[in-house]
């Protein structure tokens, strides 16, 4: 069976309920009541997620965790990476070497490619799809529904989330206007 871990799961739950109460700092304690979740272990996922640059933390009284960037800008591909490590489903998509069964292996170069759409495929959802209520009467007016969309894959598999880890100021809020948007959210605090 090809799952993900209980962390990972936890890592999505948490980073969609930060996306859906956004832009604002939330505690700790405040996420693992609001969610049920032991104390530890949201301590223990809010720290991988930091580390994978998915979230700032601010500490003091009005202090907390947030999102480093829009969820549209972070895929579920990154949150997995955050807390499971690179998206691997054999030894061999790792890379050269990590298998001693590689010079005789006739569907490496298989696995690898079942990888590969693996890794697109999480690529494609972004955290604004995870928090969108998609319940029995689908997506609310406007939204774009949750689906899979294929693209070419790149020559390099470009990663989401490195410019994360470049000073995003708060809980995804830019004292300057994004390039993307093209908007300015106000002065600087």
Same mark, same amino acid.
């Given at each position: 069976?090809?799952?993900?871990? =209980?962390? $990972? +799961? ?29 104390? %530890? ?5 809010? =720290?991988?997620? !930091? ?5 700032? #933390? ?21 949150? !997995? ?6 998206? @691997?489903? $054999?030894?061999? *998509? ?8 590689? %010079? #005789?292996?006739? !569907? ?19 955290? /604004? +799809? ?10 609310? %007016? ?9 693209? &070419? ?9 490195? /410019?994360?880890? +470049?000073?995003?100021?708060? &809980? ?5 206007? $994004? %390039?993307? *948007? ?5 002065? @600087? #605090?």
């Amino acid at each position: 069976m090809l799952r993900l871990g =209980k962390l $990972t +799961d936890y890592g999505t739950v948490l980073m969609t309920h930060l996306a859906r109460h956004g832009r604002r700092w939330h505690s700790a304690s405040e996420l693992a009541a609001e969610l049920g979740l032991s104390l %530890p272990t949201v301590s223990k996922v809010l =720290k991988a997620l !930091v580390q994978g640059g998915l979230l700032v #933390s601010h500490r003091g009284a009005k202090g907390g965790y947030g999102l480093a960037r829009p969820p549209e800008e972070i895929s579920v591909a990154s949150i !997995v990476a955050a807390i499971e490590g690179p998206i @691997a489903l $054999t030894e061999c *998509s790792q890379g050269q070497g990590s298998c001693e069964q590689e %010079p #005789s292996c006739a !569907v490496r170069g298989n696995w690898r490619r079942i990888n590969e759409a693996v890794q697109r495929a999480l690529e494609e959802v972004s955290l /604004a +799809d995870l928090a969108r209520p998609e319940g029995l009467a689908g997506p609310p %007016p406007g939204a774009r529904p949750l689906r899979y969309h294929p693209r &070419p894959a790149p020559g390099g598999a470009e990663r989401r989330g490195a /410019a994360a880890r +470049d000073g995003a100021p708060g &809980p995804w809020r830019s004292s300057t206007s $994004t %390039p993307s *948007s093209g908007a300015s959210t106000g002065t @600087a #605090s």
